[in-house]
């Protein structure tokens, strides 16, 4: 047994001929000549030439070899020897046979066209006197030249032995060169594999193709597992690639392996970091800069050569480094394609999977389903951050225990996943009762889910991405119907979110270059018809002349986040139009304008406001902001604080669309607010019998109680001013009095109107 370290070294063991027995037994494994023999090649067409020879060299041995003849007695028949023979040491060859140079022609053949460059060749003649040119010596790398008078058993003896020893150098260079070469090629295959498996076979086939013996042995990998304090760890040795007749032991713990002489051999390895070479057996040590190494056990029939032992040295530490960018390359690709929270496949390992089950064809009948978590926000930041991770966690095991095996599950961004499946199975109806059961919470809290979900045909999708998209426009649209609701894409939404998508580009144009205008609508004295001022209106009139309407692109615009450089501007254009008119003399004229919820929660919109209205030097009393019960409704106490931060301007509130959504009225009682303004639905059904008519009855006496003032907006009859004002309403706004127009015509209808 030989233990050796990584700076191997290995000659004070064995002298030098030892080694060459060594190298020879792989080469006798390849040809089957006997262990031990070198192989001498006799060509000469005197038959006494070959009995004078074996005579002389009979019994000898060289360098410890015996030696075994070969005779041929003419080029042809030499040729044929080596070409059946691949291991001739030594060729001792007549230069002149059946022709003057035959001989020279053969040494030509051998290196030239049959390209045996290693054996060596000691040319014979029988005439003293002549000699091959010099130059043939050297190009054809002849070792020696000789009379054949000089041939007694001694000279013969050194010439041959000199031959023997320049042989087998040759051949252990080569065998080196070409165990190199395995190396070079093997650290190429192995960096290409993918994943630490593929990685750890790959040795397994390298090094038994490096030794010339079959693939059998594994590779083990030694993970150093922290305890629970974190500070001790103990190894933990786990087979990460077999091959061979232990081809089943992969992902089994060392202890499990039943040879006691690979666990014995691998433990050791492991333990003394450092190759083992033994009888019939290597056990090759990998180190790793993580402290987690590998060690791999292979069975090779012989005591393996200086050479081999030489080139596995070379192999282990050339492939320690490659191991090492292997273990970061699975750990990217783990990080990439696995979720570590909720140990589920990513995003892009998803759109991979879908991407591959579209390139199979088979496409229809498959959907590709988003979970998506209702109010995740919300729980995050009302239990915290690790309650949510729990809900998460608690999810993904839910999808995983009940279809994992059916379908394939990904968590696709913070509150998403996705599913791939058969399209029987990915739909709402077979869904929504996996999330009938609460989850349980760090085993003790019950979380009640409630996800909206959105679904895509895979029949409808070219990529992957494609896919998740569409199931994506999918939830949203479920989204915008409530908590708790589903949708199936189709080709319907997605003509409608590119229109939009193409809308929204339009419009950041058109604000960019100036194409966006204020209408004013005039407001009135529902009794005297009195002015008393104007509401502010925006207009978007396209690339072809047409009029788009505010209630299509201010969502958009409030989507984009759009809406506040839109409503900064039409703050500024329409106290401008209001500092004319009161240059012009109408100085009690009020101007109202509408604000978006997302406008409102700006941090600085407040300032912004005021610096408007000091810009324009107006009265702030002249200046009103038309809210949406929407905005006034939200609880949080920055509304509340900038409602007041507004009112301390001097501005006045209008709640817009007054009626159209309350669902408590407390926050009237509790917010400065001036004016109500009943929606132009209920306006609409007055005079005509319906309900309207009550419920604007309702907010006009709600309004006198709250003391605010109550304006129509949309009237359109005479007959609806008439009972509004019957009803006690103050002011009014609609078509029956004006359409919004343009700011260069508003003097003119005050001049007709006032
Ligand atoms: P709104 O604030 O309730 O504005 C009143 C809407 O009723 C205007 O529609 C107006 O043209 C229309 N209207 C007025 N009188 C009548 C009538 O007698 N009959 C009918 N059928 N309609 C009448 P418009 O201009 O299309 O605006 C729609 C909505 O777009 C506005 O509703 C407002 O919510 C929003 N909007 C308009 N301009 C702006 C703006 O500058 N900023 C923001 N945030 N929203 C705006
Ligand atoms: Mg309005
Ligand atoms: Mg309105």
Known sequence: MLALSNGMHLSAMHSEDELLTFLDERES????V???KRQILIVDDDEDVHQATTFALQGLEILHHPLEFLHAYSAAEAETILLREQNIAVILLDVVMESEDAGLRLVERIRHDLRQTNPRIILRT?????????????DYDINDYKTKNELTRTRLYTSVTAAIRSYDQICKLDASRKGLELIVA??????????????????ITQIAALLGVGAEGLVCAQELLADESGENSTPQIVVVAAAGRFAGLVQRHLEEIDSERVRDAISRCLSMKTNLIENQAVALFFPARSGNHFAAFIDSPELLSEIDQHLLQVFCSNIAVCAENTRLLSRLHDQAYLDRLVKLPTRTAFIEAIDQHLSTGTTSGYTVGLIDIDQFAETNE??????????LRGLAQRLDENLGESCRIARISGDTFGILGLSWAIRPEKLRPLFAEPLTIDDEVHHQLSVSMGFANLADVRSGNDAIKNASLAVKLARTMGPGRDAVYTQEIGQETRERTHLLHSLHAAFQHERLFVAFQPQLDLNTRKPLGFEALMRWRDDKGDFIPPDRFIPLAEQSGLI????????????RTLRRLHDAGWSSLRMAINVSVVQFQADDFVEDVAQAIAECELPPALV??????????????????????????????????????????????????????IDRSFVNNVGNGADGARIAEMIIS?????????????????????????????????????????????GQWLHDNA
């Open 29 to 32: 494994q390849l040809s089957a």
């Open 34 to 36: 006997a262990i031990h």
């Open 126 to 138: 029988g005439q003293p006197g002549y000699a091959p040119e010099l130059s043939a010596v050297r």
């Open 186 to 203: 093997a650290s190429g295959r192995l960096v290409a594999e993918n994943g630490l498996q593929a990685f750890a076979a790959g040795i």
């Open 382 to 391: 009302a239990f915290g951050h690790g309650y949510g991770d729990a809900v």
């Open 564 to 575: 506040n450089g839109m409503g900064r501007w039409v703050l500024r254009s329409s106290l």
């Open 624 to 677: 009103e902001l038309e809210i949406t019960e929407s905005v006034a409704m939200n609880n949080a106490a920055d509304v509340e604080n900038k409602l007041h931060a507004l009112k301390a301007l001097g501005v006045t509130i209008a709640i817009d669309d007054f009626g159209t959504g309350f669902s408590s009225l407390s926050y009237l009682d509790r917010l400065p607010i001036d004016r109500l303004k």
């Open 702 to 746: 709600l309004g006198h109680k709250l003391d605010l003032t109550i304006i129509a907006e949309g009237i359109e009859t005479e007959e609806q001013r008439v009972m509004l004002a019957e009803l006690g309403c103050h002011e009014a706004q609609g078509f029956l009095f004006a359409r919004p127009m343009a700011a260069e015509a508003i």
